[in-house]
C-alpha cells in the first residue's frame, strides 16, 4: 500500500468516485435504510477471560469526558444498558467519566449494599484505567509519564480505589465491601522505559524496595495478596489485568513478551482503516496478544472523530465531540466494520457524542447497528475498499496517535549465530526476535548460507522473549556467512547483517 498524498482537487476526484462504487457495493444497504433495532446485540468471547462482550461497547470518553451543555452523559450510559450493551469502559483521566458512570450507576441499583441487583452487575464488565506507573515511589525517569486526575501519592493502588469511589462510593475515596472493577488497564504506553517501569518488582516483588510497579500492584488487588505490602487489607478488587496503546505497536509487543505470569489478560488498542498507514498494529501487535489468548478490544474506530469534523489532534473540549452520524462521503458503518473484522479483535469502544430519539441521528443506535458483524464478515477485497475509501482523510494523516514508518517489512532483529562441535559433528545455531511487519503480514525467514539458500522458518506471533531458531549441521570446518531474509505476505523482503561462523578445528 502507498502511502502517497495527492494533490486536493485528485483527492477530491477520488473521494466522489470511490464513495459512489462503495455505496453501490457493501455500503448500499446501510445508505438506504437497514433495520438499526437490535433486538439482541452480538456477542463474542473476551479471550481467555471468557466474558461474552457485545460486539460494541460504550467508551468512556466523547460526551461522558467533555460533555457538551445540551447533552445529559447520564442518559447516554442508561440508553446503552437499555439497548443490551454489556461492556463499558472509562478511565482515572477522563474527567468527569466515572462520575458519570457512577450516577448511572446508583439508578441502576449497581451500588453493592441496600437494593444491590448482583445479577446485573454480574452480566457487565466494566474496565477502567490508570496511567500511573508505579505502585510505591515515584522516580523520574526519562521516557515514563505517570499522570492522574487524583493525587498519585498513593500510586496505582490510589488510583484504583479513586476509580471504584466514584463509581461505587462517594467519590472522597470510600466505597463499599463488595465494589469490583472487572480489568484495570496500564494507560497509553509509549515508550520501553514505562514498560521497565510497569514491571519493576513484579517477579521479585520485596515489600521493603523503595520502587515497585504497577504490574506488582495490581496483582495484589487482584489475587488479595500483599506481596508488596500496599495491600494491606488483603483486598480483591479487581479481576483482571491488562493495558493500552495507541501509538508504538513494537512496545506494546514487548509488554507482552514480557508476561511470564499470563499476567495480562486484555490489550486496548488503536485500530482503524488507516491503520497500515502508519505503523500498522494489524500485523503486530494484534497477532501476538491473540496468539497468548488475550482479550483484544479496539479504540479510535473512528481516529477520534478525525475521520469527520474533528481537526487530527487530541481531543480537549466539548466542541471537539462529533456529534452527528458518519457523513455523505464516509458512512461510519464501514469504519466499524473494519475494526471489527480486523482479525483478533473482539470488541470496540466507541464513544458517543449524541443520543436521539430519532434513530437516524442516534449515534448509540447506528453504531450497535452496525456493529452486528461476524469476524469474517467482510473480504479482503472489501476491507480494502474501506481503506481507500478513508486513505486520504486529513491528507492522510488521520492516525496522529500512531508511530510513523513501518511501511516495509523490517529486517529479524537481533540476529545471533552459536555453534558447536562434538568430534566431527558441526551445528551452527541461529536465533533472533521477530521482525516488524509493513502494511502485509509476514510470511517467513529465509536462512542464506554463503549466498545459498539452505531453508526457512515460518513466521509465527513472536509470544514472548523466546527466539525464532534454526540449527544447521555442517559437515566441513570452514568459515561461513549467514543471514536471515524477512519474507512477507508479497514476497517483500528485508535482510539481516550477516553472522559469522568462523572456522573451527
Known amino acids: 500500500m502507498k502511502n502517497d498524498i495527492i494533490p486536493a482537487v485528485t483527492r477530491r476526484s477520488f473521494l466522489k468516485k470511490t464513495t459512489s462504487a462503495a455505496l453501490g457495493t457493501i455500503f448500499a444497504p446501510y445508505i438506504s435504510g437497514c433495520n438499526i433495532d437490535v433486538a439482541q446485540p452480538m456477542v463474542r468471547q473476551l479471550g481467555r477471560i471468557g466474558f461474552e462482550a457485545t460486539t460494541f461497547a460504550l467508551g468512556g470518553q466523547a460526551s461522558l469526558q467533555w460533555t457538551p451543555d445540551d447533552v445529559d452523559p447520564v442518559n447516554i450510559i442508561l440508553k446503552a444498558?437499555?439497548?443490551?450493551?454489556?461492556?463499558?469502559?472509562?478511565?482515572?483521566?477522563?474527567?468527569?467519566?466515572?462520575?458519570?458512570?457512577?450516577?448511572?450507576?446508583?439508578?441502576?441499583?449497581?451500588?453493592?449494599?441496600?437494593?444491590?441487583?448482583?445479577?446485573?452487575?454480574?452480566?457487565?464488565?466494566?474496565?477502567?484505567?490508570?496511567?500511573?506507573?508505579?505502585?510505591?515511589?515515584?522516580?523520574?525517569?526519562?521516557?515514563?509519564?505517570?499522570?492522574?486526575?487524583?493525587?498519585?501519592?498513593?500510586?496505582?493502588?490510589?488510583?484504583?480505589?479513586?476509580?471504584?469511589?466514584?463509581?461505587?462510593?462517594?467519590?472522597?475515596?470510600?466505597?463499599?465491601?463488595?465494589?469490583?472493577?472487572?480489568?484495570?488497564?496500564?494507560?497509553?504506553?509509549?515508550?520501553?522505559?514505562?514498560?521497565?517501569?510497569?514491571y519493576t518488582g513484579l517477579y521479585d516483588t520485596d515489600p521493603k524496595a523503595e520502587e515497585i510497579g504497577t504490574l506488582a500492584a495490581l496483582r495484589d488487588l487482584r489475587d488479595g495478596t500483599n506481596l508488596t505490602g500496599l495491600n494491606p487489607d488483603e483486598e480483591k478488587l479487581i479481576r483482571h489485568i491488562g493495558f493500552s496503546g495507541h501509538y508504538s505497536s513494537p512496545v506494546m509487543m514487548e509488554m507482552i513478551h514480557r508476561d511470564k505470569e499470563n499476567l495480562l489478560d486484555g490489550m486496548l488498542v488503536a485500530i482503524n482503516s488507516n491503520d497500515r498507514l502508519r505503523f500498522n498494529m494489524q500485523h503486530n501487535v494484534i497477532p501476538v496478544a491473540k496468539a497468548r489468548n488475550m482479550g483484544v478490544i479496539a479504540m479510535k474506530v473512528f481516529a477520534d472523530g478525525a475521520m469527520y469534523t474533528k481537526e487530527a489532534t487530541w481531543s480537549r473540549v466539548p466542541d471537539h465531540v462529533v456529534r452527528s452520524v458518519g457523513s455523505k462521503e464516509i458512512p461510519s458503518k464501514p469504519l466499524v466494520e473494519y475494526a471489527l473484522t480486523t482479525p483478533g479483535i473482539d470488541t470496540a469502544i466507541i464513544g458517543i457524542g449524541e443520543i436521539s430519539n430519532d434513530?437516524?441521528?442516534?449515534?448509540?443506535?447506528?453504531?450497535?447497528?452496525?456493529?452486528?458483524?461476524?469476524?469474517?464478515?467482510?473480504?479482503?477485497?472489501?476491507?480494502?475498499?474501506?481503506?481507500?475509501?478513508?486513505?486520504?482523510?486529513?491528507?492522510?494523516?488521520?492516525?496522529?496517535?500512531?508511530?510513523?514508518?513501518?511501511?516495509?517489512?523490517?529486517?529479524?532483529?537481533?540476529?545471533?549465530?552459536?555453534?558447536?562441535?562434538?568430534?566431527?559433528?558441526?551445528?551452527?545455531?541461529?536465533?533472533?526476535?521477530?521482525?516488524?511487519?509493513?502494511?502485509?503480514?509476514?510470511?517467513?525467514?529465509?536462512?542464506?548460507?554463503?549466498?545459498?539458500?539452505?531453508?526457512?522458518?515460518?513466521?509465527?506471533?513472536?509470544?514472548?522473549?523466546?527466539?525464532?531458531?534454526?540449527?544447521?549441521?555442517?559437515?566441513?570446518?570452514?568459515?561461513?556467512?549467514?543471514?536471515?531474509?524477512?519474507?512477507?505476505?508479497?514476497?517483500?523482503t528485508a535482510d539481516s547483517e550477516p553472522v559469522i561462523a568462523e572456522t573451527v578445528g
Not at 463499599?176 to 510497569?198: F, I, Q, R, S, W
Not at 517467513?444 to 522473549?465: F, M, T
Request: contains cysteine; charged residues 25%.
Open 81 to 198: 444498558f437499555d439497548l443490551g450493551i454489556n461492556y463499558y469502559d472509562t478511565s482515572n483521566l477522563y474527567g468527569p467519566s466515572q462520575l458519570n458512570f457512577g450516577k448511572a450507576f446508583r439508578e441502576l441499583d449497581l451500588i453493592p449494599g441496600a437494593g444491590y441487583n448482583e445479577s446485573l452487575r454480574k452480566s457487565i464488565f466494566l474496565t477502567t484505567k490508570t496511567h500511573i506507573r508505579w505502585g510505591k515511589g515515584t522516580p523520574e525517569i526519562e521516557g515514563v509519564s505517570s499522570r492522574s486526575n487524583g493525587s498519585t501519592a498513593e500510586g496505582a493502588v490510589g488510583d484504583i480505589k479513586r476509580s471504584l469511589s466514584q463509581m461505587f462510593g462517594d467519590g472522597q475515596g470510600n466505597y463499599p465491601k463488595g465494589a469490583y472493577l472487572d480489568m484495570v488497564l496500564t494507560h497509553n504506553l509509549n515508550t520501553m522505559a514505562e514498560v521497565d517501569a510497569l
Open 359 to 492: 434513530k437516524n441521528k442516534c449515534q448509540l443506535r447506528q453504531n450497535i447497528a452496525s456493529a452486528q458483524i461476524t469476524p469474517n464478515g467482510l473480504t479482503e477485497t472489501e476491507r480494502q475498499e474501506v481503506e481507500d475509501l478513508t486513505k486520504y482523510i486529513k491528507e492522510g494523516e488521520t492516525n496522529y496517535f500512531q508511530l510513523t514508518g513501518g511501511l516495509k517489512p523490517g529486517v529479524p532483529r537481533q540476529p545471533v549465530l552459536t555453534q558447536t562441535v562434538d568430534n566431527s559433528d558441526r551445528e551452527v545455531k541461529l536465533t533472533w526476535d521477530t521482525a516488524y511487519a509493513g502494511t502485509e503480514s509476514l510470511k517467513c525467514y529465509e536462512i542464506y548460507r554463503d549466498n545459498e539458500k539452505i531453508g526457512q522458518v515460518e513466521h509465527k506471533p513472536q509470544i514472548s522473549k523466546d527466539p525464532f531458531v534454526y540449527n544447521d549441521k555442517v559437515i566441513d570446518k570452514d568459515r561461513h556467512v549467514y543471514k536471515i531474509v524477512t519474507v512477507d505476505k508479497n514476497d517483500r
